[in-house]
């Protein structure tokens, strides 16, 4: 697509359950990155895809957070029995480089946990 | 890690006026990006300059990547450059943010 696709814009949850937040990147795109901002704070990285594969992932707290990209366009972050402090805005970002280049982000999935 | 600090925190100023954001890190970087996120919370990607000098319309970037450095020109400013400004930092892929520059531009 013309931009970086991001869904659901908003998403309310209650605590301990799942939810899956889904990147569309700009066409041909081959680098995909997650990050995640606090109120007031600039983004952290989460993760990083290079095409198909997570080369990154070091950014992700725990392991109820996990993400995939199958084939290498398409992106989902999920994360399981969600708790409080996991609410934020969640970021997706491309770039046709690998691991460089300018990002393009989204506008973001606003999760909050309640 | 590396660290990346930003001035001046705050900035406001009267339209028409210009202005200088500064980035200084603390180590060598190869990715180098300026962020403008507006009062909608949008990020939009101003320059990709891990060195050199690129311009774009009223905004221009320098990084002196010897000195570990950025700027951020802005002239004669409009109020809907208003928002926060992110330098970002990295060695390869992973961006380290700097706490940004709260630009506020007065009509």
């Given at each position: 697509?013309?931009?970086?696709?991001q869904?659901?814009?908003?998403?309310?949850?209650?605590?301990?359950?799942d939810?899956?937040?889904?990147?569309?990147?700009?066409?041909?795109?081959?680098?995909?990155?997650?990050?995640?901002?606090?109120?007031?704070?600039?983004?952290?990285?989460?993760?990083?895809?290079?095409?198909?594969?997570?080369?990154?992932?070091?950014?992700?707290?725990?392991?109820?957070?996990?993400?995939?990209?199958?084939?290498g366009?398409?992106?989902?972050?999920?994360?399981?029995?969600?708790?409080?402090?996991?609410?934020?805005?969640?970021?997706?970002?491309?770039?046709?480089?690998?691991?460089?280049?300018?990002?393009?982000?989204?506008?973001?999935?606003?999760?909050?946990?309640? | 890690?590396?660290?990346?600090?930003?001035?001046?925190?705050?900035?406001?100023?009267?339209?028409g006026?210009?202005?200088?954001l500064?980035?200084?890190f603390?180590?060598?970087?190869?990715?180098?990006?300026w962020?403008?996120?507006?009062?909608?919370?949008?990020?939009?990607?101003?320059?990709?300059?891990?060195?050199?000098?690129?311009?774009?319309?009223?905004?221009?970037?320098?990084t002196?990547?010897?000195?570990?450095?950025?700027?951020?020109?802005?002239?004669?400013?409009?109020?809907?450059?208003?928002?926060?400004?992110f330098?970002?930092?990295g060695?390869?892929?992973?961006?380290?943010?700097?706490?940004?520059?709260?630009?506020?531009?007065?009509?």
């Amino acid at each position: 697509g013309a931009g970086v696709s991001q869904s659901p814009r908003y998403k309310v949850t209650k605590r301990g359950q799942d939810v899956a937040l889904r990147c569309d990147p700009i066409s041909g795109h081959v680098s995909l990155y997650w990050y995640r901002q606090a109120l007031g704070q600039g983004p952290e990285f989460l993760t990083y895809f290079n095409y198909e594969a997570q080369q990154d992932k070091s950014g992700l707290p725990n392991d109820r957070f996990s993400a995939e990209r199958p084939e290498g366009s398409i992106s989902t972050l999920t994360i399981q029995r969600t708790e409080q402090r996991d609410s934020a805005m969640y970021r997706c970002a491309s770039s046709s480089g690998t691991g460089a280049g300018g990002y393009t982000f989204g506008s973001g999935t606003r999760l909050t946990v309640v | 890690g590396i660290q990346v600090e930003q001035s001046p925190p705050d900035l406001i100023l009267q339209e028409g006026a210009n202005s200088t954001l500064r980035c200084n890190f603390s180590d060598s970087v190869n990715n180098l990006q300026w962020f403008h996120q507006n009062p909608w919370g949008q990020l939009i990607n101003l320059f990709y300059i891990p060195s050199g000098t690129k311009q774009n319309g009223r905004l221009s970037a320098t990084t002196v990547a010897t000195e570990r450095y950025s700027l951020l020109y802005i002239s004669s400013s409009q109020t809907t450059d208003s928002g926060v400004y992110f330098c970002a930092v990295g060695s390869n892929y992973q961006l380290i943010w700097g706490a940004g520059t709260k630009l506020i531009i007065k009509p």
